[in-house]
């Protein structure tokens, strides 16, 4: 993702500079595994993505994400190609945890971004795929969020999931406790 090395430190510069002027401030540090799955939460609003991106630049990591096969026709396509973007048919029945599973297992380096909600609407109980990708893969999950009412994003630690996937996504959860999103009627975490 994004790495022409004239243009980056352009856009590290950009991202920065937009980041600061709108308020945000950066937490933590991205896991240093080499490869990882990414979860951010919350996911309440079409800004999610932006700010997520401008971070993953400011942070000088290579981020990839999931987008619906539709966000990549036309001009689009190139440009968030670029931007770390792998298209997804939503519409048919891909495998994409296996097919996830297998990309990290082909490479050295990955970090994949998936938002566990899998939608800006409230949702009641988190899609688990982001869980079977990690432990298919044994990688770690790294816990990104987006703190709208601090105006702070960032990581707040890395997970390591054990198998018992209830537990595991109640103790992952408990991590975002007091954590707040654009619309705070659709998030997810309390």
Same mark, same amino acid.
């Given at each position: 993702?994004? &790495? /022409?090395?004239?243009?980056?430190?352009?856009?590290?510069?950009?991202c920065r500079v937009c980041l600061a002027l709108r308020g945000w401030k950066l937490q933590g540090k991205p896991p240093t595994a080499p490869k990882y799955v990414m979860i /951010?939460?919350?996911?309440? @609003? &079409?800004?999610?993505?932006?700010? =997520?991106?401008?971070? =993953?630049?400011?942070?000088?990591?290579?981020?990839?994400?999931?987008?619906?096969? @539709? %966000?990549? @026709?036309?001009?689009? +396509?190139? %440009?968030?190609?670029?931007l770390g973007g792998i298209p997804i048919n939503r519409s048919s029945s891909n495998n994409v945890v296996l097919a996830t599973i297998a990309a990290f297992q082909a490479t050295d380096r990955l970090i994949v971004a998936i938002p566990p909600e899998g939608t800006r609407s409230k949702v009641?109980?988190?899609? /688990? +795929?982001?869980?079977?990708?990690? %432990? +298919?893969? &044994?990688?770690?999950?790294?816990?990104?969020? %987006?703190?709208?009412?601090?105006?702070?994003?960032?990581?707040? @630690?890395?997970?390591?999931p054990t198998g018992d996937v209830e537990k595991d996504i109640a103790a992952i959860r408990a991590c975002y406790s007091g954590i707040s999103g654009k619309y705070a009627e659709k998030c997810t975490v309390e």
């Amino acid at each position: 993702m994004y &790495n /022409t090395p004239v243009l980056r430190p352009i856009v590290v510069a950009i991202c920065r500079v937009c980041l600061a002027l709108r308020g945000w401030k950066l937490q933590g540090k991205p896991p240093t595994a080499p490869k990882y799955v990414m979860i /951010t939460v919350p996911h309440t @609003s &079409n800004w999610d993505f932006p700010l =997520a991106l401008a971070m =993953a630049f400011v942070f000088r990591f290579d981020m990839h994400w999931m987008g619906k096969d @539709s %966000l990549f @026709s036309g001009w689009r +396509g190139p %440009l968030m190609r670029w931007l770390g973007g792998i298209p997804i048919n939503r519409s048919s029945s891909n495998n994409v945890v296996l097919a996830t599973i297998a990309a990290f297992q082909a490479t050295d380096r990955l970090i994949v971004a998936i938002p566990p909600e899998g939608t800006r609407s409230k949702v009641l109980k988190w899609k /688990t +795929g982001f869980y079977y990708i990690a %432990l +298919g893969a &044994n990688v770690p999950i790294g816990l990104a969020f %987006l703190d709208y009412k601090k105006k702070a994003g960032g990581f707040l @630690s890395t997970f390591l999931p054990t198998g018992d996937v209830e537990k595991d996504i109640a103790a992952i959860r408990a991590c975002y406790s007091g954590i707040s999103g654009k619309y705070a009627e659709k998030c997810t975490v309390e």
